[in-house]
């Protein structure tokens, strides 16, 4: 049975670091990777999704990457702004539906 | 222009009640997903369909019953509300299936259901 683990669970940073946010997967039979961001009161954007034969993917300031060997995905954050500020969760799809982590909630000081 | 779109955005009842909440999406994906967020933020799935066809039914009371007339389309029924199905309930749509190698799913806003 898949378990996606998140850590830290919140997390609260002054604007303008780089920050990494850690995912990580017990069953390495997945299809894809992907990561979404959840802001109060909303649904979630789909932010990046890696396939599993793939190591990385990026958008913006925004660079996830896949080790399926070790069971772990991250998603860095380059030069942090407070818009930047939600959840984020990250989900790992394979022969169980898609399963996700409790998410990271983000906290960008200004 | 919303592409997933839930009504109704707050839900408040009472013990012993039915309702439903309705979601429709205008991207043209062929599937469609409902998925629960508990009170501790855990967001686990409760069904999935394909072109109106159930491919997904996760351990869920019999009291919940998806119904797709159309593939943009999927509503949620719960019978017998009870305290503890008080959550968010997300709806969500993709093209491929669940599994397929780059299925991104597109989320609704959630609908929140408070069972008094």
């Known amino acids: 049975k898949q378990e996606v683990t998140q850590i830290p669970a919140a997390l609260s940073v002054p604007e303008g670091e780089n920050l990494v946010l850690n995912c990580s997967f017990t069953?390495?039979?997945?299809?894809?990777l992907q990561w979404f961001r959840q802001d109060p009161g909303k649904g979630l954007t789909s932010l990046l999704l890696?396939?599993?034969?793939?190591r990385e993917q990026t958008s913006g300031r925004l660079n996830a990457s896949l080790d399926k060997s070790s069971g772990r995905s991250t998603l860095y954050i380059a030069a942090s702004q407070p818009g930047d500020s939600a959840t984020y969760l990250c989900a790992a799809s394979g022969n169980t539906p898609l399963v996700f982590g409790k998410g990271t909630r983000l906290s960008v000081i200004a | 222009d919303t592409a997933v779109s839930q009504t109704p955005k707050y839900l408040v009842t009472q013990m012993g009640n039915d309702k439903s909440i309705k979601c429709e999406q205008n991207?043209?994906?062929?599937?469609m997903y409902w998925y629960k967020q508990d009170s501790k933020k855990f967001l686990k799935i409760m069904f999935s369909y394909n072109n109106k066809e159930l491919i997904i039914n996760e351990t869920v009371p019999n009291r919940f019953s998806p119904k797709s007339p159309d593939k943009a389309h999927l509503n949620l029924h719960i019978n017998s509300l009870e305290l503890g199905d008080s959550a968010v309930y997300f709806c969500?749509?993709?093209?491929?299936?669940?599994?397929?190698?780059?299925?991104?799913?597109?989320f609704g806003a959630g609908s929140r259901l408070t069972v008094l």
């Open positions: 890696i396939q599993s034969s793939q």
């Open positions: 069953d390495s039979a997945i299809y894809n």
């Open positions: 991207l043209g994906h062929d599937t």
């Open positions: 969500a749509s993709s093209k491929g299936r669940e599994g397929a190698g780059a299925n991104v799913l597109t």
